[in-house]
């Protein structure tokens, strides 16, 4: 299936040097965060960037991969703590249906601007 992460300009080198997505090891429980929705939605996915300066829906990678798995799905099968999820789940406007996950390294298909979807207000 195809599905998308979404960057700033700084990280896109790297992942462009790397050729592939790796894990976050700063996120939860180190995840590659990946979503289904092909425009990004900044509060949707959690991409409002209140701390850092970055554009982070700037640049869209997409991947074609079956390991990821609904966040959801993850987070039942993982037993996420339920703080974790209503912080995560319940942000002002939140899309957690559209949020996949992955604990490996997916190759990346390819990099390209990014379609600007809704804006964080």
């Known amino acids: 299936m195809r599905l998308y992460h979404y960057t700033c300009s700084h990280s896109r080198s790297k992942i462009l040097l790397d050729g592939i997505l790796k894990p976050n090891e700063r996120s939860y429980r180190h995840l590659l965060w990946l979503t289904d929705l092909e ?11 209140f701390m850092l300066r970055c554009d982070r829906t700037e640049w869209r990678v997409a991947v074609e991969t079956e390991i990821a798995v609904p966040w959801t799905r993850y987070a ?30 997916i190759p990346i298909r390819v990099i390209e601007r990014a379609e600007k979807g809704a804006k964080c207000r």
């Open 76 to 105: 039942h099968d993982n037993r996420v703590e339920w703080q974790v999820r209503e912080v995560l789940e319940g942000a002002t406007g939140a899309r957690p249906l559209h949020w996949w996950v992955s604990e490996v390294d």
């Open 39 to 49: 425009v990004p939605d900044v509060r949707g996915l959690g991409l409002t960037s």
